[in-house]
């Protein structure tokens, strides 16, 4: 099976006013000769204007989170059609700071990926072990539980991408050796096809946690890594294009 076109996607967390879109529209007109698909997912509040500055540019727009439900009364919540009538064309679902920060558990965020799925949005589910679990040999097995438990069948046939972020690794400018990324990478691969059959071979698996411009070209180019999920490293064009151009 051909590797899969890598995704490099920015996910810009609780940062980001309207002043910053100047740094998404430095990331477009950096693109040229670029194969990769790239994203950048603001918070909420810049969906629809960042997808406005981003309109006939490469750069895809998603969301962070979305709810599990369509609409009614969830005071703060955003639904997965209102970020998709914003502009966004994908998702983040499963980020370790909403499972630790709000109680998301892999059913929870199965959920949200079917609501994703309704509304047209390619997800980008997450999934990472916590540095107690790598500590006591769990990595392995807390990961293909994750992908097991927080992608549902309703996946077959649409377009989505897992990202493996260690927790320890996130935005503690720590990273896992490339053995042990591919290790990982290679188990999530083996469950993808385990859920999802030949189909699961093609399935982009992103790595995320403390990728810079001066380590992406050897995290990209290990094996079974189909991308990368980046946070700090995507609030300034220049870093993200870094990254970009490693892939
Ligand atoms: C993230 O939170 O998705 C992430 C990868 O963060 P950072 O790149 O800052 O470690």
Not at 18 to 41: F, M, Q
Not at 160 to 177: D, H, K, N, R
Request: charged fraction near 20%; proline fraction near 5%.
């Amino acid at each position: 099976m051909p590797a899969p076109t890598p995704l490099i996607a920015g996910n810009w967390k609780m940062n980001g006013l309207v002043a910053s879109l100047d740094e998404a529209r430095g990331v477009a007109a950096g693109l040229s000769g670029v194969t990769a698909r790239v994203a950048l997912c603001p918070p909420a509040t810049l969906v629809e204007r960042m997808s406005r500055a981003l309109a006939g540019t490469a750069v895809l727009v998603g969301g962070q989170d979305c709810d599990a439900r369509e609409s009614g009364a969830y005071t703060g919540d955003v639904a997965a059609e209102m970020l998709f009538d914003a502009g966004a064309t994908m998702v983040i679902l499963g980020h370790s700071e909403r499972r630790a920060g709000h109680g998301e558990t892999d059913a929870v965020v199965a959920d949200k990926v079917r609501a994703a799925l309704r509304a047209g949005l390619e997800p980008i589910v997450c999934v990472g072990e916590t540095l107690d679990e790598r500590r006591a040999g769990q990595a392995l097995a807390i990961v293909t539980e994750q992908v097991r438990g927080s992608l549902p069948p309703e996946l077959a046939g649409h377009a989505f991408s897992v990202a493996y972020e260690p927790v320890w690794a996130i935005g503690t400018g720590l990273t896992p050796t490339i053995a042990e990324i591919e290790e990982v990478h290679q188990a999530i691969r083996t469950a993808l096809m385990g859920a999802f059959g030949g189909e699961g071979g093609g399935v982009p698996i992103l790595y995320g946690g403390s990728v810079k411009p001066t380590n992406a070209a050897e995290i990209l180019h290990a094996a079974e890594v189909g991308g990368a999920l980046v946070g700090g490293a995507s609030l300034k064009a220049a870093d993200f294009l870094g990254i970009i151009r490693a892939a």
